[in-house]
């Protein structure tokens, strides 16, 4: 992967990283869903500000990850997405001050490790 073309994934990683992060604000934003609020807060995703700019974010990202796969292999473009869980742990343990056990740092040195190996030819 050239320098170019990692900006290019790296953009489209951190775009569906925030998009994330604005789908849990919203979702939080939203309340829990059960049987009998289920059709009002599907209905109430249109209206909720956090969840619309996520759902946008996905879709830029998802445009920058198809300009990615005009210029990287799928077998090395699409594992190397899973960096992405490294951002989503980052932004729950400093944003929704969520704990980061010892067994998940050490899934995501497996994720960092995988990632290494797969985008390096």
Do not use: C, D, H, W
């Not at 077998?75 to 704990?99: H, M």
């Not at 497996?110 to 030819?121: D, E, H, Q, S, T």
């Amino acid at each position: 992967m050239t320098l170019q073309e990692f900006f290019l994934f790296l953009s489209a990683v951190l775009m569906a990283s925030g998009g994330q992060f604005l789908l849990k604000l919203g979702a939080v934003k939203l309340g829990k869903v059960n049987a009998s609020n289920f059709v009002s807060l599907i209905l109430n995703i249109a209206l909720t500000p956090e969840l619309v700019a996520g759902l946008v974010l996905y879709a830029f990202s998802s445009i920058f990850f198809i300009l990615v796969l005009t210029r990287v292999k799928l077998s090395v473009a699409a594992p190397a997405v899973s960096i992405s869980y490294i951002f989503s742990v980052l932004l729950g343990y400093f944003v929704f001050n969520e704990s980061i056990s010892r067994y998940q740092m050490f899934g995501l040195g497996l994720i960092v490790a995988g990632v290494i190996l797969v985008v390096k030819r």
